[in-house]
């Protein structure tokens, strides 16, 4: 069964945003083993500067290294990444398991982002739109995506 596992920074902490991400990861329940992995956010100061977010950003990239499981197809989500359509993402589960990647990894970072050097060791970076979204809402829309993916490989109704 494929693994996805989520690491994500920052904890949900608007009920809807729970309820949504919990009903996904019901829904995904027959096709995957999901795992979501929430990291604290850094502190920072009410105006920080480029060097505090830079260094913040850095110690969220250790902590997400460290969860990260062997054997990964890493996908950092950051704005600079490629936009795919919902087919194109669904495309990528059966690609993994033609490969050596064991688990699809999603890397979703807090309100600035993720560490620069992060998304240059991705294998993957993946843009969802290029509006701007909080990042809590990001993980329910990628949530989505995925069970959108998986009922599209199934060839099911629900991707029209």
């Not at 949504?20 to 850094?42: D, F, G, H, M, Q």
């Not at 197809?73 to 033609?98: I, K, N, T, Y």
Request: with cysteine; aromatic share 6%; glycine share 4%.
């Amino acid at each position: 069964m494929l693994k996805i596992c989520l690491i994500c920074v920052g904890k949900l902490k608007e009920r809807f945003y729970q309820e949504a991400c919990a009903e996904y990861a019901k829904r995904l329940a027959p096709y995957c083993r999901l795992t979501i992995v929430e990291l604290p956010e850094e502190k920072l100061p009410q105006n920080p500067s480029r060097a505090q977010i830079d260094a913040a950003l850095s110690r969220e990239a250790a902590a997400i290294r460290a969860k990260i499981p062997p054997a990964s197809r890493v996908v950092a989500l950051c704005v600079e990444g490629r936009l795919r359509s919902s087919e194109e993402m669904a495309q990528m589960f059966p690609d993994l398991a033609c490969s050596r990647e064991k688990c699809l990894t999603f890397l979703i970072g807090g309100s600035f982002g993720l560490d620069e050097a992060l998304k240059s060791d991705a294998q993957v970076r993946l843009s969802m739109s290029p509006m701007t979204f909080p990042h809590h809402l990001a993980r329910v829309m990628l949530l989505e995506q995925i069970y959108r993916g998986a009922k599209i490989n199934e060839g099911g109704k629900y991707h029209k």
